[in-house]
């Protein structure tokens, strides 16, 4: 049978879907791969958290450094630094892309910016983790749309309901950040106060 096996067995190790693929094999299998996957009961404090913080990241497919460096910017904030921490992460162009509909995951949305099909403000940004602020407009290049998988995408294939913090055309490839985004609109499947514990301790 053909599927995406790593992304499944990290699907099941993390507790999460990663792909729109993985999660028929995830309600199937909703337990941590390998032998012993039903039987592991205990953790402790610090497994809880790292596994959070493993979440977190395998949900916007980032290195560790790259959360750590949001994290630090987060923490040097004067709101909650959770909330900030996922609204940074939140507001990087691949994260745009993907919930603005122009992608089906987050790994297509970094491939998407990285081979240079995305403008911002009209001009070529190739760097996925760069970040938008309110006010930014995100587009497919024009030269680009013609393309079988910006076509599919205008046609609304990924995304029905764009959240309140983007204002999405889609049949247009185009959308704007109206403003930063709440933590409740976000869909990410994360406790980031265990996130914000594992960094901290």
Known sequence: MNHPRPKVRRSRALGIPLTPKCVSYFERRPYPPGVHGRARKSTSDYKVRLLEKQRLRAQYDVS???LRRAFDAAARGTGNTGEALVAALETRLDAVVLRAGFARTIY????????KHVEVNGRVVNIPSYRLRPGDVVAIRERSRGKAPFQVAAAGAHSAHPPRYLDVRLSALHAM???EPRRDEVPVICNEQLVVEYYSR
């Open 64 to 66: 560790e450094s790259q």
């Open 177 to 179: 950040l109206v403003r």
């Open 108 to 115: 297509q949305a970094r491939q998407v910016v990285s081979h």
